[in-house]
């Protein structure tokens, strides 16, 4: 049960600039585990008023992305809603109609600076070391030459009026009370000369208007957030809950980037990580409950998540713990389901097609279930249980201290006996049980054995026990390429 008055609402409001980042999919999950413990609505709203970054597709990219991971959302673009239209170009008479509200009462300017002369006045501030900010020169303009100007259509925009003392604070529910020097903040564009407002205004209208009560974004927005709270307070609006998140870094503590590897979820999305993991991983960073336990269902996570447990400090993004949590929960799948999840990587490795048989494809993905970590990673694990013929170095067949005419003799030795034997034997655990009692009478070492068994019928150093792929080979694969490997010494 909600333990707040109103209903709350919160929005994730991503602009469609490109793929959807590993630490905006963060922010969407906050944003839903909030809204669902609290009994309240999760809204999408799409900020695309930046037309100079917009991506063509951007916005569907963000729609599947955050419904291939399970984000399902109460309202958004293509999920009708009473405050609708959720996608910002849409709703530029609505901005238009409060730009001119501010713009009576005097908050706002218009201003006529063209990029020359702001270029010069960032330059010259540089150069003295100062903060780079709007002189505000145009607020000393007469009402009678800023009419003029409008008349004569000379381009403009609009901006914030900044008090230049005292200062603006706000309580944030991660970081508490924050307080900016007005001296420090910008006299921020409002509505831009093609008639398009910034984030800033669309998003503090919006927010209002949807009647969002919690705003739940990245540490990136804060030092934005003075602004909103002066446009607030000119509009005469009760302010939302601010809550401010903790920055994903790299490694080497710089922020995550692309510089330094993948970003976007649809790339995690496509190398096989799960939808389940890749949440349970993003919500511990920067937030975890007490105790050791590190897997969450989605259920789980949202009765325990708190905006109040979040973390200051940035969260390192870890990929060897992503890596192990997704082999966690592939584990956690039935064989049935794996290989569903496998077969379309092994399909556009053109590995099997659909007439492989599907019972011996549930064998060969069955031998590897306990060492995948990634989906994707299924090629290359099983791709020799495919190959006619295995290409790889002789010398990775001795043993140790074996020689290359030991390991020949053993191969034809042990060809010899599962010639031998019937198909019905090839069961992993009736092989390793006939194979070690077969190698012990003879006085063979196992290892002088079956490291050239595994290498054989793999071709590679690192792969699952012999008797586990033969199982799944059978019996003329399996002698057949020890045959192969013999000949090979």
């Known amino acids: 049960m909600s333990i707040f008055k109103k209903q709350v609402r919160v929005r994730f409001a991503p602009s469609p600039t490109g793929s959807l980042h590993i630490g905006s999919l963060r922010t969407a999950l906050y944003n839903y585990l909030f809204a669902k413990k609290n009994k309240g609505k999760f809204i999408l709203r799409i900020e695309d008023t930046d037309r100079e970054r917009y991506v063509e597709g951007g916005v569907e990219n963000i729609i599947k992305t955050l419904k291939n991971c399970g984000l399902y959302y109460d ?107 007005n001296e420090n903040i910008d006299h921020q564009v409002l509505l831009k000369s093609d008639g398009f407002p910034t984030y800033h205004l669309a998003n503090v209208v919006d927010d209002h208007l949807m009647k969002i009560t919690h705003v739940v974004r990245g540490e990136e927005w804060m030092p934005s957030t003075p602004k909103h709270v002066l446009l607030y307070k000119a509009f005469g609006w009760q302010m939302p809950q601010f809550a401010h998140l903790p920055l994903l870094l790299n490694p080497d503590k710089s922020k995550l980037s692309k510089r330094q590897g993948d970003v976007a979820v649809e790339d995690y999305l496509k190398k096989g990580y799960l939808p389940e993991a890749l949440l349970n991983f993003v919500a511990l960073l920067g937030w975890n409950p007490k105790g050791d336990q590190e897997i969450y269902s989605i259920n789980e996570l949202m009765r325990l998540f708190d905006l109040k447990s979040v973390n200051k400090s940035g969260a390192v993004f870890n990929l060897e713990k992503l890596d192990w949590m997704n082999g966690e929960y592939i584990r956690k799948k039935s064989l049935n389901e794996l290989v569903e999840l496998c077969a379309p990587y092994l399909a556009e490795a053109k590995l099997i097609s659909k007439k492989t048989n599907k ?34 170095d002789k010398k990775a067949l ?66 699952p026990p012999p008797f586990d792929i033969a199982s799944v080979l059978g019996k003329e694969k399996t002698i057949k390429r020890l045959k192969d490997a013999s000949q090979k010494l």
């Open 359 to 392: 019972s011996w494809l549930k064998k060969v993905i069955g031998v590897e279930h306990e060492r995948l970590k990634r989906l994707d990673e299924i090629i290359q694990l099983t791709s020799f249980f495919f190959q006619d013929k295995l290409e790889y």
């Open 75 to 181: 309202e958004g673009p293509d999920k009708k809603g009473k405050f609708e239209p959720y996608i910002q170009s849409e709703r530029l008479p609505i901005y238009n109609k409060y730009i001119q509200e501010l713009l009576g009462k005097g908050v706002a300017y218009y201003c006529f600076c063209t990029e020359e002369e702001l270029g010069g006045e960032r330059k010259n501030q540089q150069e003295k070391g100062l903060p780079t900010k709007y002189s505000g020169k145009c607020l000393k303009l007469s009402t009678k030459s800023v009419q003029e100007k409008i008349k004569s259509g000379t381009p403009r925009i609009v901006r914030l009026k900044v008090p230049d003392r005292g200062a603006t604070a706000f309580e944030d529910a991660v970081y508490g009370k924050i307080e900016f020097k």
């Open 398 to 463: 001795v043993w140790k201290k074996s020689d290359a005419k030991e390991t020949k003799d053993n191969l034809e030795l042990l060809a010899g006996y599962l010639a031998g034997l019937k198909e019905k034997d090839f069961d992993k655990k009736i092989l390793e049980e006939k194979i070690k009692r077969f190698l012990a009478e003879k006085g063979i070492a196992m290892g002088n054995a079956l490291w050239p068994m595994r290498v054989a019928l793999s071709g590679l150093a690192a792969s």
